[in-house]
């Protein structure tokens, strides 16, 4: 009584299932919740949202696991990759609010990008970024859904080499307009983390944004860099900032100037320091 027809037709074969898994598991009681699967979709987009807090965190632990697991599948360098999301995370929280205005799953979907954009090396060489796609969106994420993975997916596609474009398959596959804006105006980002690397010594150790304001909004950003080491001159690192900053430029309508610190002293004139 009270079960629907369908469900009738399954319980008892389900009933005997759950049975035989206690007495595997030596586990006398079970406590069921009042929840289900249409519960859980509300309160995981609640928190993708930032709507409501994660307390259990579980979510994220699992999520981060995966993008580990799939880095080491394809022999991704670790030490390598976190420091380039160290750096396009660190980008993404001093632009907030003053070049993009998004928040926790965009922040979160950036991360795992970075973190797997060189897979595509476990290929080849050429084109990596085409392959870092590929095994991005058929890489089975755990604690992403289909459209958050595709998002990944493109932000690591575009992490060199051409940016997005309307014709470009990939890029098309991203069916909600919101998505397609994540991919534009995040991808540049994770351009200048990967250029601030480009030695793979650690050469640089913090960035700091500073904004000059005109108008409505920012038009020349002074991206101010911390050298691991006084007397290094990163030239091969401001090189390569150099070369992947236009796209960065194009997208935010400003111009970005790169400064080691050792080599200017700091003033908040005429520049605002993003916050």
């Given amino acids: 009584p009270g079960l629907g027809e369908r469900r009738g037709e399954i319980i008892l074969a389900g009933a005997l299932i759950l049975e035989e898994v206690m007495s595997l598991l030596g586990v006398e009681r079970v406590q069921?919740?009042?929840?289900?699967?249409?519960?859980?979709?509300?309160?995981?987009?609640?928190?993708?949202?930032?709507?409501?807090?994660d307390r259990?965190?579980?979510?994220?632990?699992?999520r981060r696991r995966s993008?580990?697991?799939l880095a080491e599948k394809y022999q991704v360098e670790i030490p390598y990759a976190e420091r380039v999301a160290e750096f396009a995370l660190s980008l993404f929280d001093q632009t907030r609010g003053i070049l993009h205005g998004w928040g926790s799953r965009e922040r979160a979907l950036l991360w795992?990008?970075?973190?797997?954009?060189?897979?595509?090396?476990?290929?080849?060489?050429?084109?990596h970024h085409k392959h870092s796609y590929y095994l991005i969106r058929h890489g089975e994420l755990l604690g992403f859904n289909e459209e958050e993975v595709e998002v990944i997916a493109n932000l690591a596609r575009y992490h060199r080499k051409?940016?997005?474009?309307?014709?470009?398959?990939?890029?098309?596959?991203?069916?909600?307009?919101?998505?397609?804006?994540?991919?534009?105006?995040?991808?540049?980002l994770l351009r200048i983390a990967c250029a601030l690397d480009r030695r793979r010594l650690q050469a640089i150790q913090a960035l700091h944004c500073r904004f000059q304001l005109l108008g409505e909004g920012p038009r020349r950003m002074e991206l101010i860099l911390d050298p691991?080491?006084?007397?290094?001159?990163?030239?091969?690192?401001?090189?390569s900032l150099n070369e992947k900053k236009k796209v960065f430029e194009q997208q935010f309508n400003l111009q970005v100037i790169p400064k080691l610190s050792t080599q200017i002293q700091r003033s908040a004139d005429p520049f605002e320091a993003a916050v």
Avoid at 163 to 186: A, G, I, M, T
Wanted: aromatic share 6%; charged share 30%; glycine share 4%.
């Fill in 32 to 53: 069921f919740c009042e929840r289900a699967l249409r519960e859980g979709l509300i309160v995981d987009w609640m928190i993708g949202q930032g709507l409501i807090e």
């Fill in 56 to 62: 259990l965190r579980y979510h994220s632990s699992v």
């Fill in 67 to 69: 993008v580990l697991k």
């Fill in 112 to 127: 795992a990008a970075a973190m797997l954009h060189n897979c595509g090396h476990f290929i080849s060489h050429a084109a």
């Fill in 162 to 188: 051409s940016p997005p474009k309307k014709k470009h398959e990939n890029f098309q596959r991203l069916s909600d307009e919101r998505d397609r804006q994540v991919v534009l105006e995040l991808s540049p």
């Fill in 228 to 239: 691991r080491h006084p007397k290094d001159d990163c030239a091969l690192e401001l090189w």
